[in-house]
């Protein structure tokens, strides 16, 4: 019997239903520094795009095609994107790359808020905005394997969990509650990969004492 993609269960179609459950398999790897989360992300964000593109958000559906080359682009970084062309180890962004990505993110939130509060009708233009432009900023962070990149998701996370459940999206709020929890969990575990890593390294420069 073929599966109906458009019932419902928990007020979710079973295709978002299933977009969802790739969503959180994409990021629990994620946290775990498994590469095999961003092919799953892959699929994730293509079943997305279906799902909006069906429902008329066209930006939305749009916004997935940059996902997706993010995916690609955080895959093949994480594959190759080391020093000797090897796997991508964790690192911390400096300051001032902080600044500027964050500038990056509040001009693009405030420029995609004020097209949409101008050509839309769509409620809290500027607060969907925020969500839209960290969340590229962030899963570019997450490509290079950047500490921070959870930082930045923990705060998206909670403002789209306070958008949604104003807009009684109920499924998607615990979605983003279990991302926020996977989010506080990545920072916990990337934190302890990068000092693990830096005692490796500062193990290796100490010299060998010889013996009399």
């Not at 498994?34 to 930006?59: D, H, K, Q, T």
């Not at 991508?88 to 509040?106: D, Y």
């Not at 905005?129 to 490509?143: E, H, R, Y």
């Not at 009684?168 to 615990?174: A, K």
């Amino acid at each position: 019997m073929p599966i109906d993609f458009d019932s419902q269960i928990l007020g979710m179609s079973v295709l978002e239903l299933v977009a969802a459950l790739f969503g959180v398999v994409s990021v629990g790897l994620t946290v775990k520094q498994s590469v095999w989360g961003w092919p799953v992300g892959v699929v994730m964000v293509a079943l997305y795009a279906v799902i909006f593109w069906r429902e008329r958000l066209y930006a939305d559906s749009g916004l997935q095609v940059v996902y997706f080359v993010l995916q690609i682009y955080g895959w093949y970084q994480w594959l190759h994107g080391g020093s000797a062309h090897d796997r991508l180890p964790v690192s911390r962004a400096s300051g001032g790359l902080m600044l500027l990505l964050m500038l990056l993110g509040a001009v693009g939130s405030a420029g995609l808020g004020t097209a949409l509060a101008r050509w839309t009708n769509q409620d809290m233009p500027y607060l969907d905005s925020t969500i839209a432009a960290f969340s590229l900023v962030a899963q570019w962070m997450l490509a290079r394997k950047l500490l921070q990149n959870w930082l930045l998701w923990i705060g998206v996370d909670l403002l789209a969990v306070g958008v949604y459940a104003a807009k009684g999206l109920y499924p998607t709020v615990v979605l983003y509650a279990i991302f926020l929890f996977l989010a506080a969990a990545g920072y916990v575990e990337w934190q302890r990969s990068l000092c693990g890593t830096a005692r490796e390294e500062s193990a290796d420069t100490v010299p060998a004492v010889e013996k009399p």
